[in-house]
């Protein structure tokens, strides 16, 4: 039974779903669901009650028109209904904005939400991949990130705020000066889907910039905000071409009734909201802190509702998240599919103090068995990317994944100034023998034991990540690096990656996806810290009139 539960893990991107959890996990309860993003609090269990008393009229009967429930969504929101999209669920707005706005190219940074990747490539799209520095403790510096753009020729760019599974925060004038200097750009989208969770802002939403641009697209979610991924809603703000343009393209009845009674029943539940989100932004801070104490184990700043943590050297991520549903009955995100990332990375969802604690000391168990310090040994052969679309994976193993192949097979050869992808990332020391463990990355140690920390990005203030001490209680000498070695050094003399020149004018030939931009293969692993970009210029005086009365970032409580 177990083999058959974890064997779902290998069968695409994403995680499995509960349901398929449960029925492959036999009689009981599911697992604690440390994995998938969502409000624990909201809905409240009153508001569950009367959901479940209203169950046969909700389902037995069609809904109203998805205009009909975006005129209400509005109205609770202030929003004019002109310039919002509603979708069953976010993913539907992302599969028909790629269909209907991007031409020819997409940027995104990576790590990040799969379908802003596949999506793209899946209709024969270049996607230029933007790797985040684990050295800068994946914050993302956006002057260097219009420098890619620039350099790349991309047309359309995405920013995830905060990012997903990082949960890096860009603050609101940062986002707006990045839309003036992109302003030719065919299309920008921020994807908002975590920012109600955020609090390093009072109002950090752009939907009011976006509906005054041309080319500006908000993404927002409404399952992840009100803990019900199965409800499928989530809408996007822009001025009314665009979001008509996109509404146009819906099927009028593209939301469910249980879409139309939640978001007719918010406006009596506004200050439950409110709470719910005030109480998932402590939980996170008290998560933090409990993770922190592991030894060897790296937990990341973030403004969304989950925390990214680096496993401690020689731990698996696969192996541990096997072992945390089989033994522990709990359930992480192991982030090793996810291009930018590893298997050393889990994406672990806020979750109230009594579930952290279950957390904390299964995994005290799995990473250090009887004692802090043995870490679980790493698998042999890493897990590669996999998507879940058999197109999309012959499409990164057969051009990303190993340089630039399929173009020179159509006698294009490397995109111009274009280097080919290094067997390992710039800065990786190579792999140890068998026996001797992973080296430690080449950032400074933290008195001579443990793990090492992030240095922070030369242009930005980042909190930084909380690095336990590699130290065993009591009696138990400290751990020692493997074979008495010295600790790797990385040369200070490495030289950066070649950054490519401009791609050649023209369209691109389908199945070339990165011409001109990075491989997979230079995008996984990387740590390097990347050249200085000069900065942005700021950003003119813009704004929405009466901008005191914009709601705030729960969208309820304030006047109009």
């Excluded at 990473?367 to 998507?387: C, D, I, K």
Aim: aromatic content about 6%; overall charge neutral; some cysteine.
């Amino acid at each position: 039974m177990a083999g058959n539960v974890t064997s779902l893990f290998r069968s695409g991107a994403h995680s499995p779903s509960m349901a398929a959890l449960t029925r492959e996990g036999g009689e009981g309860a599911g697992p604690v669901d440390f994995c998938i993003p969502c409000n624990p609090y909201f809905p409240t269990p009153a508001m569950m009650e009367t959901m479940a008393s209203r169950l046969k009229d909700i389902i037995t009967f069609y809904p109203s028109s998805a205009d009909t429930i975006t005129a209400e969504l509005c109205q609770l929101l202030q929003l004019p209904p002109q310039a919002v999209a509603m979708g069953n669920g976010s993913t539907e707005l992302i599969t028909w904005i790629d269909h209907l706005l991007v031409r020819e190219s997409l940027a995104i940074p990576v790590p990040t939400f799969g379908r802003w990747t596949d999506q793209p490539m899946e209709t024969g799209k270049r996607v230029d991949m933007f790797p985040l520095q684990e050295s800068n403790g994946f914050a993302l510096d956006l002057a260097q990130y219009a420098e890619f753009i620039r350099k790349r020729g991309t047309r359309v760019a995405v920013i995830c705020n905060p990012n997903n599974p990082d949960g890096g925060f860009l603050h609101k004038q940062a986002l707006v000066q990045f839309m003036d200097a992109m302003a030719d750009l065919d299309l920008i989208v921020i994807d908002e889907s975590f920012l109600e969770f955020a609090d390093a802002e009072a109002e950090p939403s752009v939907v009011q910039e976006a509906m005054l641009r041309p080319n500006v697209i908000v993404l927002r979610s409404l399952g992840k905000n009100f803990g019900l991924h199965g409800i499928r809603f989530g809408y996007m703000v822009a001025n009314p071409s665009l979001a008509g343009k996109v509404r146009s393209m819906l099927p009028k009845w593209n939301l469910n009734a249980f879409a139309e009674y939640v978001v007719f029943m918010l406006k009596e539940h506004g200050a439950e909201y409110a709470q719910s989100l005030l109480q998932v932004r402590k939980d996170r801070l008290e998560m933090a802190s409990q993770l922190s104490v592991l030894p060897g184990l790296t937990v990341y700043p973030s403004q969304g509702n989950f925390l990214f943590v680096r496993l401690p050297v020689g731990a698996e991520g696969t192996v541990v998240r096997d072992r945390m549903l089989t033994e522990h009955r709990i359930l992480v995100r192991e982030c090793g599919n996810k291009i930018g990332s590893s298997s050393r990375f889990l994406r672990l969802v806020v979750r109230p103090e009594v579930d952290v604690r279950r957390l904390v000391s299964a995994m005290e168990q799995v990473l250090y068995g009887s004692r802090r310090g043995a870490a679980v040994p790493e698998l042999g052969n890493g897990t590669s990317y996999s998507s879940g679309t058999a197109a999309v994976d012959r499409l990164v193993s057969e051009t990303n994944g190993a340089g630039m192949q399929l173009a020179q097979a159509v006698g294009m050869g490397p995109g111009p100034g274009l280097a080919a992808a290094p067997a390992m990332g710039p800065g990786l020391a190579a792999a140890p023998a068998a026996g001797v463990g992973m080296p430690l990355p080449a950032a400074a140690q933290q008195g001579g034991v443990g793990m090492p920390m992030p240095a922070a990005a030369p242009a930005m203030q980042q909190p930084q990540p909380m690095v336990a001490q590699m130290q065993a209680p009591m009696q138990v000498p400290p751990m020692q690096a493997p074979m008495q070695a010295p600790p790797m050094q990385m040369p200070m003399q490495q030289a950066p990656v070649p950054v490519p020149a401009p791609a050649p004018a023209g369209p691109t030939p389908t199945g070339v996806p990165a011409r001109g931009g990075l491989t997979a293969a230079q995008v996984r692993g990387m740590t390097a810290p990347a050249p200085p970009a000069p900065a942005l210029a700021p950003a003119p005086a813009t704004g929405w009139p009466n901008a005191q009365s914009w709601p705030n970032a729960a969208g309820m409580g304030q006047a109009g």
